[in-house]
């Protein structure tokens, strides 16, 4: 018998930033990898500020940043896990950078990547978000994008 080399690993990344959206999305990709046996990789990107005081930069603490990244990420994914009888292998991913790049680079080797339809600069009104455009775009794996409506 032949096998064949699986070019993915069984993990489902997905694009978290906390906005009513993203956690539908993560809710789709925890119900996504209890069908399917994968392990859910919840991804938040964030970026230094710059904070102008008069004319001059500000320094910004980016571990305090980050810290407070990976609580609220740890956070969501608390709230957002309904299902504690088929448990859902669920790793987090805190990541500096813009979140296009980030989910990108996060998404190589994936079996999906998750997306919500609108984030948290999206404009009112618009089908897609700026990120889940590019993603569906660029992406190196399948994409879902998941539009934001409250489960039944």
Same mark, same amino acid.
């Given at each position: 018998?032949?096998?064949?080399?699986?070019?993915?690993d069984?993990r489902?990344?997905v694009?978290?930033?906390s906005?009513?959206?993203?956690?539908?999305a993560?809710r789709? &990709?925890?119900?996504q990898?209890?069908?399917?046996?994968?392990? $859910?990789?919840? +991804?938040t990107a964030?970026? %230094?500020?710059? !904070?102008?005081d008069?004319?001059?930069?500000?320094?910004?603490?980016?571990?305090?940043? &980050?810290?407070?990244?990976?609580?609220a990420l740890?956070?969501? $994914?608390v709230e +957002?896990?309904?299902?504690? %009888?088929?448990p !859902?292998?669920?790793?987090?991913?805190?990541?500096?950078?813009?979140?296009?790049?980030?989910?990108?680079a996060?998404?190589?080797?994936a079996?999906?990547l $998750?997306?919500g339809?609108?984030?948290?600069?999206a404009?009112?009104g618009?089908?897609?978000?700026?990120?889940?455009?590019?993603?569906v775009?660029?992406?190196?794996?399948?994409?879902?994008?998941i539009?934001?409506?409250?489960p039944?």
């Open positions: 018998m032949i096998e064949h080399a699986n070019h993915h069984r489902i990344v694009g978290v930033d906005s009513p959206g993203s956690k539908t993560l789709w &990709a925890l119900n990898a209890r069908t399917s046996g994968a392990a $859910v990789e919840a +991804v964030w970026q %230094d500020p710059t !904070v102008y008069g004319w001059v930069p500000t320094p910004v603490d980016g571990d305090a940043i &980050a810290t407070s990244a990976e609580s740890a956070n969501t $994914v +957002v896990r309904e299902n504690r %009888d088929q !859902v292998d669920v790793r987090i991913t805190v990541v500096e950078g813009p979140a296009v790049q980030v989910l990108l996060a998404a190589k080797g079996e999906l $998750v997306v339809s609108r984030g948290r600069g404009f009112t618009m089908v897609l978000g700026s990120v889940s455009q590019h993603c775009q660029h992406s190196p794996c399948a994409v879902a994008v539009p934001d409506i409250e039944a």
